[in-house]
């Protein structure tokens, strides 16, 4: 079995920042990307952030500049490093990665969320 843990989320004020960790756990062979999602009340889930397991990360258009991702493949980590938050950026944040199992499968996987709250 597989869990992935987020962690970091909380209320800040606008221009403020915040880091978003996840930890993957339990029965992996190996990760391959991993990435962060973020969904806001009354919207559909989006794509924030993802990151290759040779690091190359790719971005939404809105966050670009603003957030960095970034990954520990020994701590089977990785992280949301969000500044000059906006009102906007207001939503719960999911973590997803790709993993192969030990038992030889590949499945994605997602962490319960976290709370994320900026206020104007």
């Known amino acids: 079995q597989v869990h992935l843990v987020e962690s970091g989320g909380g209320l800040v004020q606008a221009g403020g920042s915040l880091t978003l960790s996840c930890v993957a756990s339990?029965?992996?062979?190996?990760?391959?990307?991993m990435s962060w999602y973020r969904q806001a009340p009354g919207k559909q889930r989006e794509l924030v952030a993802a990151?290759?397991?040779?690091?190359?990360?790719n971005y939404a258009d809105s966050v670009k500049g603003r957030f960095t991702i970034s990954r520990d493949n020994v701590k089977n980590t990785v992280y949301l490093q969000m500044n000059s938050l906006i009102p906007e950026d207001t939503a719960v944040y999911y973590c997803?990665?790709?993993?192969?199992?030990?038992?030889?499968?590949?499945?994605?996987?997602w962490g319960q969320g976290t709370q994320v709250t900026v206020s104007s």
């Open positions: 997803g990665a790709n993993i192969w199992v030990v038992g030889g499968f590949r499945a994605d996987y």
């Open positions: 339990g029965s992996i062979r190996s990760i391959n990307a």
């Open positions: 990151i290759t397991s040779v690091r190359i990360p």
